[in-house]
């Protein structure tokens, strides 16, 4: 039985999980810039663990004895921004009974972490700025200055630069805030650490639950890690979870143990490429869904893609040769009938034209009738009378 490692031990050693070139180069930023007591901006995808750097940060800065204090600004309305940022003084508005720290004195002398700080309104994006100017702020209702003085870290997702040129972020907030810029890399420009990922997270599930620790087949985990992860390492990090506490098989999880359990959680969807495979005499049709597209599964996709096209050719020519049939099955028109004669024309589009015509007369112009013998809609009919001048 393996006995799980308490995370918390682990954390202390191996921090940002991965050996990537990518995720080496964000460590030794972190490590660099720690100690220095500068505001730093974190960039990155949702999900790529812009909190865990934030928290290093501030455990490796000169403030880790005191509070590290996490905003979400885009959970916070805009009416009550200031008074949950600045505090508010006892009465300061209906209901306040009390006076009220707010969240920038709860960081002083610490961190305060501004996650998604882009979503900040415009009007509190002022504010904000004149605090890290004077390290003095107001609360709510109050005349008294505070003196704050506390590390600022802010992250977010989206690109802020594009944010100031449309308005909607104040340019000296952000040239304030960006003292220095961290970019982490989504997971699929570091895959080979998810099965690193994979492994610690199933650690860190094996000791908050008390159950021995999930082993994975070398398998399974390359399969995993063809797979794009679009919500980057907090996907992958439910996806473990979600499938441990499922599956209390104590063997090596295999690939073919865990492929159902993440196939379900595609969201299925007609209009996703396919693959087009044979099973005896049924084809199947196989959604391609985060596959990746790599230099050993790539001769394969040609070689689906080809089958497919032949089938579909087969499928042309069939539907031609019945065409051909059906057209010589139309009663010939006599010479010197009142009935109109329409040469023979061999194109595609003459023997449509020609299908047309056949059509409409054997059904006395009923337009309804003949878009039904024909199998297609009136619509195209219409469409099709007006291209052929009929």
Known sequence: MNEPIDPQSQF???????????????????????????????????????????????????????PFVPVNCAAIPEGLFESEMFGSEKGAY??????????????????????????????????????????????????????????LVSSTNRDLQIAVSEGRFRSDLFYRIRAVQIDLPPLRKRAEDIPLLIEYFSNQFAFRNHISVPQWTREALNWLSEMRWEGNVRELRWFVEGFLSLDRDPSPITRERVQPYYMQLIPAS????????????EIVYQPLVNERFSSENIPHLIKQLTREINELKGMI??????????????????????????????T??????????????????NRREAAKRLGISERTLYRKLKEYGL
């Open 348 to 365: 595609i589009k003459g023997q449509e034209k020609q299908a047309i015509q056949a059509a409409l007369q054997n059904t006395n112009g």
């Open 317 to 346: 020519a069939s539907v031609l040769v019945r065409f051909d049939q059906w057209l010589s099955e139309v009663k010939p028109i006599e010479v010197g009938t009142t009935e109109p004669h329409y040469p023979v024309d061999q």
């Open 12 to 66: 202390e050693t191996v921090e940002l999980i991965g050996t990537s070139p990518a995720i080496q180069n964000v460590k030794k930023l972190i490590e660099h810039v720690a100690p220095i007591d500068v505001p730093i901006l974190i960039q990155g995808e949702s999900g790529t663990g812009k909190e865990v750097v934030a928290r290093l940060l501030h455990k490796y800065s000169n403030r880790n004895k005191k």
């Open 270 to 281: 007609k209009n996703l490429p396919v693959l087009v495979q044979r099973q005896n005499s």
């Open 94 to 151: 209906t209901g306040s009974e009390k006076t009220r720290i707010g969240l920038i004195e709860q960081a002083n002398q610490g961190t305060l972490l501004l996650d998604e700080i882009g979503e900040m309104p415009l009007q509190m994006q002022v504010k904000l700025l004149r605090v890290l100017e004077t390290k003095l702020l107001t609360r709510v209702g109050g005349n008294e200055l505070k003196k704050v003085d506390f590390r």
